[in-house]
């Protein structure tokens, strides 16, 4: 596996683009106050400790509850030049476990109770289904775009659905690091968002596999997308295509890294990015338990110059998927999963997967 690549003009951009778009990330980390991360040591001490004692270090898929399908499920079609979109809400119906470190700060975020889903359908009968996830700071109308699925749409003849998730979109509740997921003060928050994503995308492919009649559902997902599916991965192996872009696989070392910037909130940050946010982390870990995806429809894309989430953590899923197929791109983070080549790569997959409509 070579993650290199040649130094080039291309690379630099790449490198340079992922730099600007990351530029925001301390200045939100540095909104965090003495009190916030007070707070946030003291949840990871009892998280250590809840954690423990519901035996979720031991085996963290018991972390995970298996939902059912939306009793209720309601549909409008977008107007204007949105047409030939429709949204989709539910209710999560998750919850945190009571007691659970954070739970009442959770059950607070009142916008997050609903689930929205964009949908790209055909007419007729049951189709193949895409579930498309979104990265941080995403969940808007524009991922059809960003996530480039029109074209997979099209092309393929396959259904797409474009979930949000917890606390991203109309979902969002807020910019203080106790409102945010993902979190790099309250490492609770991202225990709680990561779980309640899972639970939520198992809802939805409830309502695909039973309601719908899908015969097939693929998984792409995109950033803090590729993270979501990956742990979902580790639940449901009956998915016929997963494909994981630009990913991280080490959560806990991406919120260390992500450091304010004031010399004061940076002591403040080191304090709390301790063996105690590993060790939290780790009940939502992609990394902890096996893929039950066939190894075949295992795939991943990433930026051999990305900056945001580095190639390490490709490369970490990559063994602990024991070695499925990689597509290392001379690109950042930004760029990886842009252009005609990148399109035509995961058309290709997904169809050889079977995820294509046959008339």
């Keep these: 596996m070579r993650t290199g690549a040649e130094p080039s003009v291309g690379l630099g951009v790449a490198a340079a683009l992922d730099a600007l778009v990351a530029a925001p990330i301390p200045l939100l980390s540095s909104l965090g106050s003495p009190e916030h991360y007070a707070t946030a040591s003291a949840e990871l001490d009892a998280a250590a400790g809840y954690y423990r004692d519901a035996g979720w270090l031991d085996d963290p898929r018991r972390r995970h509850r298996s939902p059912t399908e939306p009793a209720h499920l309601q549909i409008a079609r977008l107007p204007g030049r949105q047409q030939g979109i429709e949204v989709a809400w539910f209710d999560s119906g998750w919850r945190p476990e009571t007691g659970e470190p954070g739970a009442g700060r959770w059950r607070s975020l009142r916008a997050n109770e609903r689930v929205p889903v964009r949908l790209l359908r055909h007419p007729g009968g049951p189709r193949p289904w895409l579930i498309a996830v979104h990265g941080q700071s995403m969940g808007r109308p524009s991922d059809i775009k960003m996530l480039r699925v029109r074209r997979l749409h099209q092309q393929l003849g396959i259904n797409v659905a474009l979930p949000v998730l917890p606390l991203h979109g109309l979902r969002a509740d807020g910019f203080s690091p106790a409102r945010q997921f993902a979190s790099n003060v309250f490492a609770t928050n991202n225990v709680l968002g990561l779980t309640q994503a899972v639970w939520d995308i198992r809802r939805l492919l409830g309502w695909l596999r039973n309601v719908q009649q899908a015969p097939a559902v693929g998984v792409l997902g995109v950033s803090l997308g590729a993270y979501v599916s990956s742990l979902l991965s580790t639940l449901e192996g009956e998915l016929a295509s997963l494909i994981a872009v630009v990913p991280t696989s080490d959560l806990a070392a991406s919120m260390r890294e992500a450091a304010p910037v004031t010399p004061a909130k940076r002591r403040w940050h080191r304090r709390i990015h301790d063996h105690r946010s590993a060790l ?38 990559w063994r602990h998927w024991d070695e499925p197929s990689i597509a290392w791109r001379p690109r950042g983070h930004v760029t990886a999963w842009r252009g005609a080549d990148y399109d035509d790569h995961i058309a290709s997959v997904l169809a050889a997967d079977g995820l294509r409509h046959r008339p």
Excluded: T
Aim: proline letters at 13%.
């Design 280 to 317: 939290v982390h780790r009940v939502v870990s992609p990394l902890a338990a096996p893929c039950l995806v066939p190894h075949q429809r295992r795939h991943i894309v990433a930026g051999q110059v990305d900056r945001i989430a580095p190639p390490r953590g490709a490369a970490q899923l």
